[in-house]
């Protein structure tokens, strides 16, 4: 009679154990990680939550990039006839891939994972031989559509022929995972609607923010005014602070024209720009529009640094012009409790909701104006700040976030 007692309970330990036994996470990451922008963050940060969890995580990733302290990277072997990289799309990235391929396989027959989670669309396709290799489930971290972000770059125009062989890739890419992580709600949308996945596939989960290491009360300001000298920053004016990749399509040649709009309206202010790359590309424009004088370029900002440099901005700046991509730099604004002047899209709605100060998107005008009502009601300013931090810690937490990723894992793994 106690034998099939003792058999229940046994099964039921074994159920137990497999629920919380820690998990090896492969994941493959088609970029030079780590380094200080964008869908980097959202890795890193998605390594750092699931390792405090107590799962195992490696990333599989190109030969160039910053090791973090405490993270597993596996690095492809360098190309022969290419030792640096660009940002975004590139005709060399057909070879990373193909290198990157081959690492992943070797990674996956290695480390055994449980489960392969493919960022990007080149991170999904080889995801999936992996996943198939070895006979797991395949979660693909979207991050935004890759035919909209090759025209973003203007690596390819929308009207040519090749656009729509591209757009076909990225519909087959979308169907190989087992079920698709996307950075907002939108991109949920997008992918039902332009590219036909089941809703019951798609689970959004916009980038969070670290609200412990981007909080204002961590910097005095004996250490910000410091910081302003060291920067060459005025000490008596309002600062506007954006932080990201300096491209066109992120608007920084529409921010650097409200600059002039503002400068010409005597209003007084104080631009600080900070990122890479096209750094003099954007100073030549500076000139050029007479605004040198009011816009302070830093260059490349270390993540470990860029709660304190952000600390600066009394007001941030978001002039994205994407509509597919995330805007992750919002959230760590947010965390900093900063008014934030965005373009009017619909993740900055999602992320600001209605405490966002919005301009039409690619209106010039209307971005300089909404920066200066804000430089009009300092208090205001303040209060949506503080609104934006306490709705960045009730809404983007990365513990939260984890959660969500390892129930996934969990359902996708029985």
Same mark, same amino acid.
């Given at each position: 009679?106690? &034998? ?7 099964? +039921? /330990? ?16 088609? +970029? ?15 390594? =750092?939550? %699931? ?6 995580? @490696? ?14 990277? !596996? ?10 990289? $660009? ?12 290198? %990157? ?8 027959? !290695? ?58 890739? $990225? ?15 939108? @991109?949920?949308?997008?992918? /039902? $609607? ?10 959004? %989960? #916009?980038?969070?923010?670290? +609200? ?7 910097? *005095? ?19 506007? @602070? ?7 399509? &992120? ?12 400068? &010409? ?6 631009? %600080? ?64 409790? &900063? ?6 899209? #619909? ?28 430089? =009009? ?16 810690? *009730? ?11 390892? *129930?996934?894992?969990? !359902?996708?793994?029985?």
């Amino acid at each position: 009679m106690a &034998q099939p007692e003792i058999a229940v309970t046994s099964q +039921t /330990q074994r159920a137990e154990a497999a629920v919380t036994r820690p998990l090896r996470i492969l994941m493959i990451a088609p +970029t030079s990680f780590f380094s200080d922008y964008g869908g980097h963050i959202r890795i890193l940060e998605e390594m =750092r939550v %699931l390792q405090a969890m107590g799962h195992q995580v @490696a990333v599989v990733t190109y030969y160039k990039g910053s090791d973090m302290p405490g993270l597993d990277i !596996r690095r492809t072997r360098p190309l022969p006839w290419r030792t640096d990289y $660009e940002v975004g799309s590139s005709r060399h990235k057909l070879a990373f891939d193909v290198y %990157l391929a081959v690492q992943s396989l070797r990674e996956g027959l !290695r480390y055994r994972p449980d489960v392969v989670h493919g960022h990007m669309h080149e991170g999904a396709i080889i995801g999936s031989l992996v996943a198939k290799l070895l006979r797991v489930p395949l979660i693909f971290d979207f991050q935004g559509s890759l035919s909209a972000e090759m025209v973003d770059h203007e690596f390819l125009a929308k009207d040519g022929r090749v656009y729509s062989w591209i757009f076909r890739l $990225e519909k087959f890419i979308n169907r190989l995972p087992s079920a698709i992580l996307t950075s907002s709600r939108q @991109a949920s949308d997008l992918l /039902q $609607e332009q590219f036909g996945v089941p809703t019951a596939r798609l689970q959004p %989960l #916009p980038d969070c923010a670290d +609200t412990t290491r981007f909080n204002p009360e961590n910097f *005095t300001a004996a250490a910000k005014r410091n910081l302003k000298l060291k920067l060459g920053l005025p000490l008596d004016r309002p600062i506007v @602070a954006y932080l990201g990749l300096l491209t066109d399509y &992120q608007g920084i040649p529409h921010l650097l024209q409200a600059a002039a709009g503002l400068k &010409q309206a005597g209003e007084s202010v104080h631009f %600080l720009v900070m990122g890479y790359p096209n750094v003099d590309h954007y100073k030549h424009l500076a000139r050029q529009w007479q605004v040198a004088d009011v816009v302070t370029f830093t260059g490349k900002v270390e993540y470990r640094d860029a709660p304190f440099y952000l600390s600066l901005g009394d007001i941030a700046v978001a002039p994205k012009m994407s509509t597919t991509e995330g805007s992750g730099k919002v959230l760590n604004y947010m965390a900093l409790a &900063q008014p934030v002047v965005a373009y009017d899209s #619909p993740v900055h709605r999602e992320y600001l909701a209605d405490l966002g100060v919005y301009a039409p998107s690619g209106d010039v005008n209307g971005l300089a104006m909404a920066i200066a009502g804000l430089l =009009r009601a300092p208090d205001h300013g303040r209060d949506l700040g503080q609104q934006l931090r306490h709705r960045a810690i *009730t809404e983007y937490s990365w513990q939260r976030a984890g959660e969500e990723i390892v *129930t996934l894992y969990r !359902r996708l793994t029985k």
